[in-house]
Structure formats: structure tokens, C-alpha cells
């Protein structure tokens, strides 16, 4: 009964709800809408429970989430990173005659590279550095004075590089080394080195320079006293790399300070052998187009502007082939002369073999490797020492010119005269050390073998 009483009270409230939308309903609402005679007969127990039906439900109020406080980041104080302290660049250490070393071997590469310097580095400072060192201060005075005394303006100053005109440049009268008035060396100081420095009790031209200097009042040069010492201003001026601050083309037929520069750079590099003495010749003109065929410059045999950029202040690239065409092997167990010619990276190609004579066993000629071959020049040579005795072609083989080639013997200065027992003994050992050869062999090599060409004399 109490299921059913329930259902029905169910079904009246839903109709109460559907025809009374919105009006709030109570439990003895739905009692009074079933009828008097139902509502009595249902007991306290069950209305409670049918209350229950209808009882809503009270929606719990959500929880409010708590708001997560971020946490406060705290301000990083940066360290203050402290101001160093302005170091000064040191000024060079000078370096004077008789230092050897790196630093030594450093600022001969620098002369070296600007064509003050003949020779090889070899860390030694001696005469020969010592008079590169005037040679170079000469010449920034030089390039100082070309523009105005007034603006200061030289040679390896960066702010002024290139400032001064071709039209403004001033050859400068270099030191030769080689100058006959030059003072014996000092044992006790001279550097052996490769360059053949020699040491002086003097700076050359050095306290002449400093006189000549106050004298003339140019005291605002960058040098106003040339000496042989390498001071920290030279050695920053060659450090900067811009030393050289204008160009005068030369060319054939010219002969001044800037050629001789010019040769000893080539000859440096391989392009000359010896021959540096300020005369721009054939032998000058010819190192000059190689050195540009090399170098990917228009072969004219002109030192221009380009080619003089690169050769000093440029990394220009060295010579491809020998300075010498051939190589000659003097071999005294077969009493005969070779000459190779340079093929395919070497002295590979055989291009004469000529029948000699060499000394005699009292009177040997000299082994080894020689490259002082100097051709005399003369056709003619006469053996003073022993009167009446001539030869033809002579080229000397070794530095004190006591062995040389040369042609068979003649009593005289004249082709008639031949002595014909020198011609019987090519082929055996019949001088006096010298490389006896026929005449149209000698000839052969006096037109052919240039001065320096490589001689090996082996048994």
C-alpha cells in the first residue's frame, strides 16, 4: 500500500509541476490534490517518507580554490665588472749590433722584405744588418721630406700611408755594403751570418748624419740622427707594414737606390742570382718579367706601380723554375764533362757529354759542389805564370778562380798557334787543375752556362 500511495504521490506532483510551473510545491499540496479520503488514510510515517521525494536537495556551495600567492623573484644585484686599467704598448726594445735572436731574425726578414737587406736571415747582427738599418732610416727621412716638413707624413705611419704622389718620391743613395772604405771587423763582436754581416767599430755615416742633420735644422725627421741601431721607432714603422709610401716606375737604363731594391727583393725571392748593383739592365729587365709572369701581372719587364706594391708590401710568390737553365757534372773517373738540363721539375735531360782533361794526380783538381761559376769575360786568358801558355772561353769554377774551364793550350793569342799535345790528352788527367775541353766545347759552354750555374766535380 505504502509503495503505491507513494507512486501516486509521485504521479500528482509531476502534475502539479506541469500545470503550475513555478509555484513551490509542498508535500501537503500534492496530499490535498489526491483527495481527503487518501490523505487520511496515509499514516505519519508515510507522508515522511514521501516528503523525502520532494524534499530538494540542498546544492553544497563550492569550495572556493585558494589562490597560490606567487612568489616574489628577488632582484639580482649585477656584479659591477671593474674597468681595467689602460696598459700602454711597450716601445720596442732597440736592438744594436751584435744582439742575436728571434727578434734579431724578425727585423732582418722586414729589411729583407723592402729590399734593404741582401742575403738570408739568419738572426746575427752585424755590418750588414747595421747598414740595411741606415739604408732604411735614409730612406722614411727621405719619404718624410718628399711630402713637406711641415706635415707629418712618412713611411709607415698608418693615418698618412699613401699620401705621397709617384711624382714625389726621392731616390735615396744606399750604404753598399760591399764599399772598399769599409772598417775590418771586430773579432770579438762580428756575426756570422748569412746575410755576411761584419762588424765595424762605427756606425757608418752616423755621426756625419747627426751633424748634417742639426746643420740643415730637420730635427722634426723622423730620424734626425741615422745610425746602425734598430730603435723602437724603426721597429715600430717596419712592424706597421707600411713602410714603403710611394712608387717610382723603373725600368731598362734607369740606375738609382730603388733599383738596387728592387734586385735585392728579386734576388731574395729567386729571381736574380747576384747582380744587385743598382743598374737596371737586361738581366734586371728579364728577373722582373718572370717574377710577373709568376705573379699574374702583365709580363712588360716595367717595375710599375703594381709590380713594386707587390714585390714589397704584397705576398708575392716565389721563383717556379732554377735561375740556372743547366747543371754540369765533371766526373774524373771517365774524364768527361755532363750537362743536364732542367726538365720536368729536375736536371733530368742530358744535352752534352764532352771529353775533358782534369789534373794530374799531383796537381788534382778539386772535388765538390760549386755555384761561383763566373764567366772571365775575355775570350782569350793567358796563364801568366806560365809564359807562353793561352786558352779560350775560361770560366772560372770555384771563388779563388785557380780551377776552370777552358779550352785546349796555345802558345799565343792566336788559333794557329795550338798546342796539339793539349788536344792528345782529352780524355786523361793532363792539367794543372783546371777542366780542359776542345775549343767548340768550351766555346759551348761559355755561351751557355750563365754565372752562378751549379758545377759537381765527383770521381
Not at 735531360?349 to 775533358?356: A, E, F, N
Amino acid at each position: 500500500m505504502a509503495r503505491k500511495l507513494t507512486i501516486l504521490v509521485f504521479i500528482a506532483a509531476l502534475a502539479l509541476f506541469t500545470l503550475y510551473p513555478g509555484q513551490e510545491l509542498s508535500i501537503d499540496k500534492v496530499y490535498n490534490a489526491l483527495g481527503s479520503s487518501s490523505a487520511q488514510a496515509v499514516s505519519q510515517d508515510e507522508k515522511s517518507d514521501a516528503a523525502r521525494l520532494f524534499t530538494p536537495v540542498p546544492t553544497p556551495s563550492p569550495t572556493p580554490e585558494p589562490v597560490e600567492t606567487p612568489t616574489p623573484v628577488p632582484t639580482v644585484t649585477p656584479t659591477p665588472v671593474p674597468v681595467p686599467t689602460p696598459v700602454p704598448t711597450p716601445t720596442a726594445t732597440p736592438i744594436v749590433k751584435g744582439a742575436k735572436g728571434d727578434a734579431v731574425t724578425k727585423l732582418q726578414n722586414q729589411l729583407i722584405q723592402y729590399g734593404f737587406l741582401e742575403g738570408e736571415a739568419d738572426g746575427s747582427y752585424g755590418k750588414k744588418t747595421s747598414d740595411a738599418v741606415i739604408n732604411a732610416k735614409n730612406y722614411i727621412n727621405d719619404q718624410y721630406r718628399a711630402k713637406s716638413k711641415d706635415t707629418a707624413v712618412f713611411a709607415g705611419d698608418p693615418s698618412t700611408a699613401g699620401q705621397l704622389d709617384e711624382e714625389e718620391a726621392v731616390s735615396v743613395e744606399l750604404t753598399d755594403p760591399e764599399d772598399e772604405n769599409t772598417v775590418d771587423e771586430d773579432p770579438d763582436t762580428a756575426g756570422d751570418e748569412g746575410t755576411g754581416d761584419e762588424e765595424t767599430g762605427e756606425e757608418p755615416g752616423g755621426q756625419e748624419a747627426a751633424a748634417d742633420t742639426a746643420a740643415s735644422g730637420e730635427s722634426e725627421l723622423p730620424f734626425p740622427v741615422v745610425d746602425g741601431t734598430a730603435d723602437g721607432k724603426l721597429i715600430g714603422i717596419l712592424d706597421s707594414g707600411e713602410i714603403i709610401a710611394s712608387y717610382d716606375i723603373q725600368q731598362e737604363g734607369d740606375a738609382n737606390s730603388t733599383v738596387r731594391r728592387i734586385q735585392s727583393r728579386l734576388q731574395n725571392l729567386g729571381y736574380i742570382y747576384k747582380g744587385v748593383d743598382g743598374a737596371y739592365g737586361g738581366t734586371t729587365k728579364e728577373a722582373v718579367m718572370q717574377f710577373q709572369k709568376v705573379n699574374g701581372l702583365s709580363p712588360t719587364g716595367v717595375a710599375d706601380t703594381g709590380t713594386q706594391e707587390l714585390l714589397f708590401n704584397g705576398t708575392p710568390k716565389k721563383n717556379d723554375k732554377p735561375l740556372h737553365e743547366y747543371k754540369v757534372v765533371v766526373d774524373i773517373s771517365e774524364q768527361r764533362v755532363h750537362v743536364y738540363q732542367w726538365h720536368d721539375g729536375g736536371y733530368r735531360k742530358q744535352v752534352r757529354k764532352m771529353k775533358c782533361s782534369t789534373g794530374r794526380k799531383n796537381t788534382p783538381t778539386p772535388l765538390g759542389v760549386f755555384d761561383e761559376t763566373v764567366r772571365i769575360g775575355a775570350r782569350w786568358h793567358h796563364f801568366k805564370e806560365f809564359g807562353a801558355c793561352w786558352a779560350q772561353y775560361a770560366i772560372h769554377i770555384d771563388p779563388t778562380g785557380n780551377v776552370m774551364f777552358h779550352s785546349v793550350l796555345f802558345s799565343s793569342r792566336n788559333e794557329r798557334t795550338l798546342t796539339r799535345s793539349s788536344v792528345r790528352n782529352l780524355g786523361r788527367r793532363a792539367s794543372h787543375g783546371c777542366v780542359r775541353l776542345a775549343v767548340k766545347d768550351a766555346k759551348w759552354m761559355y755561351e751557355h752556362i750563365t754565372d752562378g750555374t751549379t758545377v759537381v766535380i765527383q770521381k
